[in-house]
């Protein structure tokens, strides 16, 4: 059985994908978003995944906040809901 948060990431793939746009997969840093979302038109998105009103942890908070500083677009999704509101 999938996860809450392997379900919403194949859902976020998924819609992503129905817009023509991009869901790509993120690794390789300690902390790193899930994925990052490029969106037809040029728009990108980091989003970190997570189970219904759970928060992320330190390093993935201060991940997040370093890319916010550098003037990206970042999220933390925990629900279909967000998604939707994000597309």
């Not at 023509?20 to 037809?40: A, F, H, N, Q, S």
């Not at 991940?63 to 998604?83: A, T």
């Amino acid at each position: 059985m999938l996860s809450y948060e392997k379900t919403l990431e194949a859902y976020l793939c998924k819609k992503v994908k129905s817009l023509g746009g991009k869901c790509l997969k993120m690794t390789g840093e300690k902390g790193i978003p899930d994925r990052l979302v490029i969106l037809p038109g040029g728009k990108c998105i980091f989003v970190e995944l997570k189970r219904e009103g759970e928060k992320p942890r330190p390093i993935q908070d201060y991940r997040l906040q370093q890319l916010m500083f550098l003037g990206c677009n970042v999220l933390v999704i925990d629900s279909k809901e967000d998604i939707r509101d994000l597309l």
